[in-house]
């Protein structure tokens, strides 16, 4: 039934007389354009939109995300989408906001009591943000190359999941209210000063491995990709969110290609308990929530508790919800949800362009650094492995260790 409404129309979106064949296709139709495009093209398909007279009445425009290649390029294509269409008929699309689970974040923090109380620097230690992806560039290289890692997934998909974990309780759950939340989280992110991209950031790009006992090729051997590319196809960065709520307490954000597992999570590990009564004579896991993004989508409480028997042993449990064994299923596809929403007109679950530039504005600092200082290393990493050395010691120096997912 679905196919039976397909419709396929060649045109050259680039310019209003390219088209015609679309406008005479449609015709006056309130009608939703969705640019899964080259970002460099957004500005000039909503003005080729306007003047065939296809951007009329109550239409919408949907664009993928990354809107932009650098801060200056995500300005200008705001700009342009904004000579063409109003905000309120603007959707940009983060798939992440449309997973069942990160949804559910808000839920778990603001639907409950007994987190909240907890979601400061008083009881946690710090947060971890890993996305993991088995796969390597594959066919996207046209696209890759030019962007990597950072731009890819770190300035859109990663930052939302770290302000959503972050964000103050939003006034109402009206989209305007949760976005103000979520931009005041990356406000507050501590500006990346020069020396401390070094520091604080690792890049890191494939070379051959071996992967579910398969050897694949590093990413330099991909087809397509530019000879001695540097482009990132993993990165792991310390961030920390300056306000009350968080003062001294570290977000580590790690993504890349070709690691072990396709597995996404977010990490709450909270403080240990004083040195007194069970922590004297061992040292005993910090308590941990883990918040299972994908796949096999629920969290996980680890707490301690005492292992039945005459001596008093302390270990660690696991409680534990899948959300497919208890709601009887499985969730909704991302764009599913997006999609419908569009239609339906709300915004809730699409990017602010407020947030958008302010997500370029910190990712550009990295950006520019990486730019101007050739001596800060592009590390490599077999397929396969967690991603490079270097990445583990980032995290390391601080007295900690990277949670595999
Ligand atoms: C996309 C990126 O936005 O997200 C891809 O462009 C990445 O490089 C993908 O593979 C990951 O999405 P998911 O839903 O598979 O985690």
Not at 61 to 79: Q, T, Y
Not at 148 to 174: I, K
Not at 187 to 208: C, E, K, M, N
Request: charged share 25%; net charge negative; hydrophobic share 40%.
């Amino acid at each position: 039934r679905f196919k039976a409404r397909l419709d396929y129309c060649k045109a050259d979106v680039t310019n209003g007389a390219g088209m015609k064949p679309l406008a005479e296709h449609i015709g006056q139709a309130s009608t939703i354009f969705f640019l899964a495009l080259s970002p460099s093209l957004y500005g000039a398909v909503c003005k080729a939109l306007d003047e065939s007279g296809l951007a009329c009445g109550d239409c919408r425009i949907v664009l993928e995300k990354p809107l932009g290649h650098d801060l200056e390029s995500s300005r200008a294509i705001n700009a342009e989408v904004a000579a063409v269409f109003e905000e309120k008929r603007v959707f940009r699309i983060d798939h992440y906001l449309g997973k069942e689970t990160v949804q559910n974040l808000i839920a778990l923090r603001f639907a409950n009591t007994f987190f909240e109380p907890l979601w400061n620097n008083l009881a946690i230690d710090h947060v971890q943000i890993t996305v993991a992806e088995t796969e390597g560039v594959g066919d996207r290289w046209p696209y890759y190359d030019e962007y990597g890692a950072l731009r890819d997934m770190v300035q859109n998909h990663m930052l939302q999941v770290l302000a959503l974990t972050g964000m103050e309780p939003p006034v109402s759950l009206a989209s305007d209210a949760v976005a103000d939340a979520k931009v005041n989280v990356i406000r507050s992110l501590r500006p990346l000063g020069p020396g401390d991209v070094r520091t604080h950031v690792v890049r890191g790009q494939y070379a051959a491995g071996a992967l579910d006992g398969h050897q694949v090729t590093g990413y330099l051997q991909e087809e397509g990709v530019r000879e001695n590319s540097r482009t990132e196809t993993f990165v792991a960065l310390k961030t920390m969110v300056d306000n009350w709520r968080w003062a001294g307490v570290p977000f580590y954000l790690r993504t890349g290609k070709r690691l072990p597992r396709r597995a996404s999570a977010i990490f709450v590990q909270f403080k240990r308990v004083p040195e007194i009564l069970f922590n004297r004579r061992v040292t005993l896991p910090p308590d941990m929530l883990a918040i299972r993004i994908q796949p096999d989508e629920g969290f996980s409480l680890e707490v301690l508790a005492k292992r039945p028997g005459l001596d008093l042993a302390i270990q660690p449990v696991r409680m534990d919800l899948h959300y497919a064994a208890e709601f009887n299923g499985q969730s909704p596809d991302a764009y599913e949800r997006l999609l419908l929403d569009v239609m339906a007109g709300d915004h809730t679950l699409f990017l602010g362009s407020r947030f958008v530039q302010r997500s370029w504005e910190y990712v550009q600092s990295i950006l520019d650094r990486w730019q101007d200082d050739a001596s800060i290393p592009l590390e490599t990493y077999p397929a396969g492995s967690w991603g490079p050395k270097a990445a583990d010691e980032l995290i390391r120096a601080d007295g900690r260790e990277w949670i595999q997912p």
